[in-house]
């Protein structure tokens, strides 16, 4: 199997504080990865520091064994990361389906056929099968604005996977997501990573979500990697289960 | 040609609204062509005019309403194109389409050269090299006599001709004026329903998600503020032959404020807002003329109020009424 | 400030300080004096300008027009209520800092912040135009002249000639910083301001009772703005258009100082009133102004936190 993102000793420091302090993993091939960890022990500044959201203080980041750090966050979507936001982040003001074409649009022809071309960017079609995939058909046409929570966690998340990325970074997937709902999110990542072999990473509080959803679980505390395996490996970890129990 | 092809694309809902647009535009034009029929000299010049400024208020809305950044430079892009026309076709004897062309070409190249720096470093700096190149650009058409004619200006610059046909008259160049903006406002309406103008709205209203989303921010934020400031060096192209004598005073920093507050009080972000704007602005002012300076009072602070209320501008008031009138519909487009 | 007709360009380029015979040193001095003064009076506007705008995001526009204003109310409240003019200083000032402290913050800023910075931001733009349209239709289109408070003898002093007024506004301008930075610094009052100029959220969290402390900071801008006002109307009597290049100076002099404290608005105001001085001296009239402009290009591209602020991280 290969790896595909290598993150090694990352660390991010802000004055004194030491949001990410030496963290080191691989992500392989066609994995859901999760990693968990109580508020503030720096799962979204790691994730920021591997997207380029902020440089990191020290470390490394390696796309397919190539180093990438640093490199600036539409560069990194266009080597095909993908990414959502721990808080909800669609554009309120396009519809379901514009929302998606844009989430693909930077990703093929060159800006001129993107002015002179048609309005969807030859988008239309996958927008379309996105929208299906994630069950949205009866809001395509809706301002993205208008739709429920979950029902925006769920565009969120169809916005990651239009450009038909290999790597996507879900912060929080779960987070105000009702039961209904979740069960349906969980099915469609699950799906999506068996069809498109896209390979994941979730930060996630839900325990149950990840435990069910990933292959692999880090485990941080305090900016640091307290544990990495496998779910049932977590689960009888008795550093995390300290960790968890002693917060 | 536009409108066929957009029919045929299965996206509504905004998609509705943007042929609303084409449409206004169109009618709008056509009727503008024979309004000023026994009008007067003086009627027309005030129409032609209003064009004249929806044109720079277009590239600011572009600028300011779709890709959110603030430019303090609008009037002295429209000086340096109004310049530019004035003197290519006075002291060189070139034609007014060639110097047309070139203005908004220097226009943009001066916009590229000018948000590269600014916008490497913060997005709201732009504001402030922009007012610092706004007052340059006024003390070098005041100083630079031998070439601007200072405060004394440069005046008898013709009126073009199309297609062989003079636009002398008031009537005939409000005819090719029209002409020009309706281009113009099509232009930026294909623009904006193009796969830019959605990277446009992104910059504005999450620029942080859009690069996460693979939408070079640098490029789309430097295009709008040229393609913004192209429109304002177009703008002053059709300026200095409307009024046929050009001198620096409306191109200060405090007539880019204008500007700004027009692009706000049309409707920032909506593509009918600029002619609102402008009309609140330029037409108002003129019909207003006999109550002396209390015109820019009234209208700065009608503005502030409008801001208050609705900072979405009389386009946005609009279409709030119209929303709130067939409520039980489904809401569609913001 | 002496006038000159526009040189030929290439007199304007040649160094003046080097090559120069003909402006002695005593010459120099006096312009550097002359710009120390109203650097001192930039720095007050400028220092007002920041401090509201790191409580409230308020970008003020229109803070060229309140230090132009104060003064033209001042000889209103003398010309259309005959007061003597000591009295008429005291309720133009009062009905500023009512007008355009409190009545700005509550009018303006509280109903516009919610719909984000730019709004404000172009609202402050229209007050401008408004306050300044006002002054010339409500009161006058012409320069007027302003009463000064301050001697006005120029003194000779080991063969250097310096202007009285000139240093006696330095004093006056700097006592009132002093003052301002005493009262951040050395009071409990003071250091809750600036808390919440700091950062108002955890302010909050602290207890500070912010709205009020934004609203000090509102009244501390109209009265520095006020004895700007009257510090400068003397000197370049009183216009409605005073506001223009006044307003720029603020933003550059809070700009090249680091848009963030007391020191860096105070520093950016002096350094940009001894180059707008010597620029007019020794450079050109007619483009004295583009001086100070270039230097806040040069600053913004080069050092974009300022000569004295701290650069930011950014976050998401």
């Known amino acids: 199997m290969r790896t595909v993102l290598e993150v090694e000793g990352l660390k991010k420091h802000f004055g004194g504080i030491r949001a990410v302090d030496g963290v080191s993993f691989a992500v392989e091939e066609g994995e859901i990865l999760g990693i968990i960890g109580p508020n503030g022990c720096g799962k979204s500044t790691l994730f920021n520091c591997i997207l380029g959201q902020l440089s990191p203080t020290e470390g490394r980041v390696k796309l397919d064994g190539e180093e990438v750090t640093g490199l600036a966050p539409e560069a990194l979507n266009r080597r095909g990361v993908s990414r959502t936001f721990q808080l909800l982040q669609v554009f309120p003001e396009l519809t379901v389906r514009e929302n998606l074409i844009l989430a693909g649009q930077e990703h093929q022809g060159s800006m001129l056929a993107r002015l002179l071309g048609p309005r969807d960017a030859g988008l239309g079609a996958a927008a379309e099968r996105m929208i299906g995939f994630f069950r949205l058909q009866h809001l395509a046409d809706a301002r993205a604005g208008g739709l429920s929570y979950g029902q925006q966690k769920l565009l969120d998340a169809a916005m990651a996977f239009m450009a038909g990325p290999r790597l996507v970074l879900l912060d929080e997937p779960a987070g105000g997501v009702n039961l209904t709902m979740l069960g349906d999110l969980k099915e469609r990542l699950r799906a999506m990573n068996a069809e498109a072999g896209a390979t994941f990473v979730v930060i996630e509080h839900n325990m149950d979500f990840v435990m069910s959803l990933c292959s692999r679980v880090v485990v941080m505390a305090e900016g640091r990697v307290l544990a990495i395996g496998t779910p049932a490996e977590i689960r009888a970890n008795p550093a995390v289960i300290d960790a968890y129990l002693g917060h | ?334 | 400030m002496v006038t000159r007709q526009p040189e030929p360009l290439r007199a304007r380029l040649r160094l003046p300080f080097l090559v120069d015979q003909e402006k002695p040193m005593a010459e120099f001095l006096a312009y550097l004096i002359a710009g120390l003064a109203t650097g001192a009076i930039y720095a007050l506007a400028a220092i007002g300008f920041t401090l509201v705008w790191q409580t409230s995001q308020t970008i003020n526009f229109a803070q060229g027009e309140f230090v132009m204003l104060p003064a033209i109310l001042v000889l209103a409240s003398a010309q259309f209520l005959g007061l003597p003019m000591a009295m008429a200083v005291l309720v133009g000032i009062v009905a500023f800092i009512l007008l355009f402290g409190f009545g700005f913050k509550k009018v303006i800023v509280d109903p516009m912040i919610r719909h984000g910075v730019l709004p404000l931001a172009i609202a402050t733009m229209a007050l401008s135009i408004v306050m300044k349209e006002g002054a010339k239709d409500g009161f006058s289109a012409e320069a007027q002249r302003f009463p000064s408070f301050l001697p006005a003898e120029t003194i000779t002093f080991a063969g250097i000639s310096i202007s009285l007024q000139h240093v006696a506004i330095i004093v006056v301008a700097c006592l009132a910083i002093l003052g301002l930075q005493w009262f951040v610094t050395g009071t409990r009052l003071g250091r809750q301001m600036q808390a919440t100029a700091q950062n108002p959220n955890v302010a909050l969290i602290l207890g500070i009772p912010v709205a009020q402390m934004v609203m000090l900071t509102f009244l501390i801008n109209a009265g520095l703005a006020a004895l700007a006002s009257v510090l400068i109307s003397p000197i370049y009597l009183a216009k409605f258009s005073n506001g223009e290049v006044i307003g720029l100076f603020a933003f550059i002099a809070a700009i090249v100082g680091g848009f963030n404290q007391v020191r860096g608005a105070l520093a950016g105001g002096l350094i940009v009133g001894v180059i707008d001085s010597l620029a007019a001296a020794y450079i050109s009239t007619s483009y004295r102004l583009a001086v100070p402009l270039v230097l806040l290009v040069v600053i913004i591209l080069v050092k974009p936190e300022g000569l004295f602020g701290r650069p930011e991280e950014r976050r998401v």
């Open chain 2, 1 to 334: 040609m536009s409108s066929l092809a957009s029919a045929t694309t299965p996206s509504r809902g905004l998609m509705r609204r943007i042929d609303g647009v084409f449409l206004t535009l169109v009618l709008g034009a056509a009727i503008l062509w024979f309004v000023p029929i026994g009008m007067g000299r003086y009627g027309t010049y005030v129409l032609s005019l209003w064009m004249v400024m929806s044109i720079a208020v277009m590239g600011l809305n572009l600028t300011l309403g779709y890709a959110g950044l603030k430019s303090l430079a609008q009037a002295a892009f429209m000086g340096i194109g109004a310049y530019t026309t004035a003197l290519l076709t006075t002291k060189l004897g070139l034609n007014w389409y060639a110097s047309f062309l070139l203005s908004g070409a220097g226009c943009f190249a001066l916009g590229l050269v000018l948000g590269f720096p600014a916008l490497r470093v913060k997005a709201h700096y732009l504001a402030f090299v922009t007012l610092a190149f706004s007052t340059l650009v006024w003390l070098v058409l005041r100083n630079e006599q031998w070439l601007t004619g200072g405060v004394f200006g440069l005046s008898n610059i013709p009126r073009p001709t199309f297609f062989g046909l003079k636009t002398d008259g008031a009537l005939a160049f409000h005819r090719f004026t029209l002409v020009i903006t309706l281009i113009l406002a099509l232009a930026l309406w294909w623009m904006i329903r193009s796969p830019w103008g959605r990277a446009f709205l992104a910059l504005r209203e999450n620029p942080i998600r859009a690069a996460s989303l693979g939408v070079n921010i640098r490029t789309y934020t430097l295009l709008a503020f040229a393609i913004g400031s192209a429109y304002a060096g177009f703008a002053g192209a059709l300026y200095a032959p409307l009024v046929e004598f050009i001198d620096p005073s409306p191109f200060a920093l405090s007539a880019s404020f204008f500007l700004l507050l027009m692009v706000v009080a049309g409707g920032s972000g909506y593509q009918l807002g600029p002619f609102v704007g402008a009309l609140l602005g330029v037409v108002l002012p003129e019909w207003l003329r006999f109550t002396g300076g209390i015109y820019l009072i009234v209208f700065a602070s009608i503005v502030v109020m409008l801001l208050i209320a609705c900072p979405q501008g009389v386009i946005g008031l609009v279409e709030r009424g119209w929303l709130a009138l067939r409520r039980p519909g489904k809401g569609g487009a913001a």
